[in-house]
């Protein structure tokens, strides 16, 4: 059983911001994987479906990005799904746009959706996949950089990375994420 989660805020004024590109990913991973995210529970949105073998699970939370944590630890509780049977993927501001790094294990960052998770799982050592976001020039607020949209120049870039996430997900569903991570970073 593997759980795939991405993070972002829920709502139509947060569809494409920076701070969603979790929920960008789910959705590509959704539709490439022909999976409904249409069941309301666990304060998210969520849907299912056996893929070689494997039940998947998607799911995106609706809590907003700063309670993130109590959606994905009420799923996990529920299905009993182990903590090396998750993956989570979100924004980060230390990568480039366009850059996806895989992680196994580390510090929130100052991502409040992290610090979340971290709260709620009660580890550090989870699977995640990290978009690259870059940080704010020109003296703008870290909240209203993440809060923005991509430019313009930036949207190729930024599909690719939703492209390279997608691949890295549907591999974790058949191989080993050390595997994975060898093969993305």
Known sequence: ?????????????????????????????????????????????????????????????????????????????????????????????????GKIRLRQ???????NGIKSTIAHLGTQEFNRIRVGINRPSNGMSITDYVLGRFTKEEQEQVQEAVEQSVAACREWIKKPFLQVMNTYN
């Open 105 to 111: 294990k580390g510090s929130a960052g100052g991502h």
């Open 1 to 97: 059983m593997k759980l795939i989660v991405g993070l972002g805020n829920p709502g139509k004024q947060y569809d494409k911001t920076r701070h969603n590109i979790g929920f960008e990913v789910m959705d590509a991973l959704a539709e490439s994987l022909h999976i409904s995210l249409d069941q309301a529970k666990f304060k998210g949105i969520y849907g299912k479906a056996m893929i070689d073998g494997e039940k998947v699970f998607l799911l995106k939370p609706l809590t907003y990005m700063n309670l993130s944590g109590e959606s994905i630890g009420a799923m996990m509780d529920y299905f009993q799904i182990d903590i090396d049977d998750l993956l989570v993927i979100y924004d980060d501001m230390d990568l480039p746009v």
